[in-house]
């Protein structure tokens, strides 16, 4: 009997452990070709995608993006927005996308995890989910060594990545519930 109970034990154990990986590796962040270096202090730092708002700001929240206490994901900048009740902006910054992006729509933040490990094998942290894509869940996640890795094409990640500091931010603001906004 006593060995039936190890080998329970043992089974689950390894459930949990593949469990965690097949998460550490669905909300992996695989971040940009460059780490956020160019940033300024409202997190600004691509030029082409900044030139296709045409007439708004690049860190103007968009338009149509919804009402109330809320995060905006902007898929065409890269950038995301914190929105307090009133429309005022709490946190803007750009992220680094992995390879599956969640369609523009409404979604809710689902669950969240202080820390993990991404399909890149790197630590990561914050890690805020709220949608998925078939077996591929999406969410923002900020790497504890604030490495920016190339993702894989290959591979399908929904993870995306954000600055540590930034991911604090999303992690403090964006709790079970909170609705996020995608948008073009």
């Not at 956020?36 to 030139?51: I, K, N």
């Not at 968009?62 to 995060?71: D, K, L, M, N």
């Amino acid at each position: 009997m006593a060995g039936n109970s190890s080998a329970i034990v043992a089974g689950l154990t390894a459930a949990a452990l593949l469990t965690v990986g097949v998460l550490g590796y669905q909300a992996s962040a695989n971040a940009p070709a460059a780490p956020h270096a160019a940033r300024t202090d409202t997190g600004s730092a691509r030029a082409a995608p900044q030139a296709d708002r045409g007439k708004h700001s690049p860190a103007a929240l968009p338009e149509g993006s919804g009402q109330g206490p809320r995060v905006v994901y902007a898929l065409g900048d890269d950038r995301v927005w914190l929105v307090e009740e009133g429309g005022k902006v709490r946190h803007a910054f750009v992220v680094s996308p992995g390879t599956v992006d969640p369609e523009p729509g409404t979604y809710r933040v689902t669950s969240r995890s202080k820390s993990t490990t991404g399909s890149d094998g790197i630590p990561v942290e914050h890690v805020v989910r709220f949608a998925g894509n078939g077996r591929t869940a999406i969410g923002f996640s900020a790497a504890i060594d604030g490495s920016a890795p190339e993702p894989d094409p290959k591979v399908p990640t929904g993870g995306i990545r954000e600055t540590r500091a930034d991911g604090e931010a999303m992690w403090k603001f964006a709790t079970i519930g909170r609705t996020v906004v995608v948008v073009r």
